[in-house]
């Protein structure tokens, strides 16, 4: 019963199993869709006849979503003021995208909750109670949301966009859009909720200066007294501060949970059109094979940066340049001579991406032993490889939609409507009357 109540631990232990249920509903799903068994399960005769499985494997997403807790607020407003007030204030609210604002602020429950259970650490955040008629850069939204919200979210349109590349429903668009709406709604919510109710956020100006401070933050380098709101370096560190002081359990948790995204490329790599449905063994080790050139020649851009990029500008373009081309020779290779598709290059995308992350998270738990082996510049070059993908995708649709005008101007109606502007003469009173006493006080 404590989950039906919002000021208690039950509400937060109650979020966190409503995002678990996402993530082990999409696993699953993926694991029936890489494994072949969806295949069998929707072929074979003796389980189309089997009623029960399919209720099983048809189970509805809106209620592990988080309907059921929204229904704490509607019995709270139904004894209060009447069910038939409730279910309007509740339309209302969906009018006025609430939606949106609680399915993201689930995220941040969880997300810190997770973190505490796992690491310890628990601290008051500070997020004030005013209106923000302010314009957030786009490097500041990425330092508050991009562990809690944006990876998450990434990480969950990954697993959708795969399960409609190869999972059986996706032959089915009703049935796809049946199971997957609403978590697409969670997806979209999780990544461009902050941007939607950022005021100016779709303003091409806005736009030219978030851009120029988000490249400049992100090269920056960090060292000792440099902020993290000056230099991408100095941010990640501070994000690494749980892993600093959490124990032995946490650390092997978070290894163990940083697994789950070897299995992408597992999956993946037998889908591809140029293994021929080649089962072996091989083919894997194959793939890791390519991991490993991919990482020795992030090296080699790390450290021709370091040594090369201030004085010997025109050479190090010049391996860049090398580099780029020997890629683009070897994928031309494999188009013409195995025959490689557009559909086997999303997917070497969508198995190696992952992977890649999954190496980063365990070794940034194991700090101290990729410290003493001298490691710990190629992390934090693969790190920021990932945070200039990471912001190129969510700085791409916000760029498009900004060169639309009517949807700043729907963006602006939005955010500053009548409720807000007379919210907005309250605060004003009611601050006037604070300054008048704090003056009457001092006289």
């Given at each position: 019963?404590?989950?039906?109540?919002?000021?208690?631990?039950?509400?937060?232990?109650?979020?966190?199993?409503?995002?678990?249920?996402?993530?082990?509903?999409?696993?699953?799903?993926?694991?029936?869709?890489?494994?072949?068994?969806?295949?069998?399960?929707?072929?074979?005769?003796?389980?189309?006849?089997?009623?029960?499985?399919?209720?099983?494997?048809?189970?509805?997403?809106?209620?592990?979503?988080?309907?059921?807790?929204?229904?704490?607020?509607?019995?709270?407003?139904?004894?209060?003021?009447?069910?038939?007030?409730?279910?309007?204030?509740?339309?209302?609210?969906?009018?006025?995208?609430?939606?949106?604002?609680?399915?993201?602020?689930?995220?941040?429950?969880?997300?810190?909750?997770?973190?505490?259970?796992?690491?310890?650490?628990?601290?008051?955040?500070?997020?004030?109670?005013?209106?923000?008629?302010?314009?957030?850069?786009?490097?500041?939204?990425?330092?508050?949301?991009?562990?809690?919200?944006?990876?998450?979210?990434?990480?969950?349109?990954?697993?959708?966009?795969?399960?409609?590349?190869?999972?059986?429903?996706?032959?089915?668009?009703?049935a796809y859009i049946f199971v997957t709406s609403s978590m697409w709604f969670l997806v979209l919510t999780w990544l461009f909720a902050p941007f939607l109710f950022n005021p100016s956020g779709f303003e091409w100006a806005k736009i030219l200066d978030d851009w120029s401070d988000w490249?400049?933050?992100?090269?920056?380098?960090?060292?000792?007294?440099?902020?993290?709101?000056?230099?991408?370096?100095?941010?990640?560190?501070?994000?690494?501060?749980?892993?600093?002081?959490?124990?032995?359990?946490?650390?092997?948790?978070?290894?163990?949970?940083?697994?789950?995204?070897?299995?992408?490329?597992?999956?993946?790599?037998?889908?591809?059109?140029?293994?021929?449905?080649?089962?072996?063994?091989?083919?894997?080790?194959?793939?890791?094979?390519?991991?490993?050139?991919?990482?020795?020649?992030?090296?080699?851009?790390s450290v021709g940066r370091r040594r090369f990029g201030a004085n010997f500008q025109l050479f190090f373009r010049l391996i860049k340049f090398m580099i780029f081309v020997s890629f683009f020779a070897i994928l031309v290779v494999l188009i013409v001579l195995l025959h490689m598709t557009i559909k086997d290059i999303l997917v070497c995308f969508l198995a190696f991406l992952p992977t890649g992350w999954g190496i980063l998270l365990i070794a940034q738990a194991c700090r101290p032993l990729f410290r003493v082996t001298g490691l710990w510049g190629s992390v934090r070059a693969l790190a920021r490889a990932y945070e200039v993908i990471m912001g190129m995708l969510l700085f791409t649709p916000i760029t498009v939609l900004s060169w639309f005008p009517f949807v700043s101007e729907f963006q602006t109606r939005m955010l500053f409507n009548q409720a807000f502007s007379r919210g907005l003469q309250i605060s004003r009173i009611l601050g006037g009357q604070k300054k008048e006493r704090a003056a009457s006080t001092k006289d």
């Open positions: 019963m404590l989950s039906c109540y919002f000021t208690t631990v039950g509400f937060y232990f109650s979020t966190l199993l409503t995002v678990f249920t996402v993530y082990v509903f999409l696993y699953g799903r993926l694991y029936l869709a890489l494994s072949g068994l969806e295949e069998g399960l929707a072929t074979q005769r003796k389980f189309s006849h089997n009623h029960a499985l399919q209720v099983a494997l048809a189970s509805q997403s809106l209620v592990q979503l988080g309907f059921l807790m929204a229904l704490p607020m509607m019995m709270e407003i139904g004894l209060e003021k009447g069910f038939g007030k409730a279910l309007s204030e509740f339309i209302m609210m969906n009018l006025q995208l609430a939606s949106v604002f609680f399915t993201f602020s689930l995220g941040t429950k969880t997300h810190y909750y997770g973190r505490m259970l796992l690491h310890g650490g628990a601290q008051y955040r500070s997020t004030g109670r005013g209106f923000v008629v302010f314009h957030a850069k786009f490097a500041e939204n990425y330092r508050l949301y991009s562990r809690s919200h944006f990876v998450k979210g990434i990480e969950l349109m990954t697993l959708l966009i795969v399960y409609q590349l190869f999972g059986q429903t996706s032959h089915s668009t009703i490249n400049k933050w992100i090269s920056n380098r960090g060292g000792i007294g440099v902020s993290p709101e000056k230099s991408w370096e100095s941010w990640w560190e501070i994000e690494q501060e749980h892993l600093k002081h959490t124990g032995t359990l946490g650390i092997i948790f978070e290894i163990i949970l940083s697994l789950r995204f070897f299995i992408y490329q597992y999956g993946l790599v037998y889908q591809l059109t140029i293994t021929n449905n080649n089962k072996s063994i091989v083919v894997y080790l194959i793939s890791w094979l390519v991991i490993l050139v991919m990482l020795v020649i992030l090296k080699i851009i």
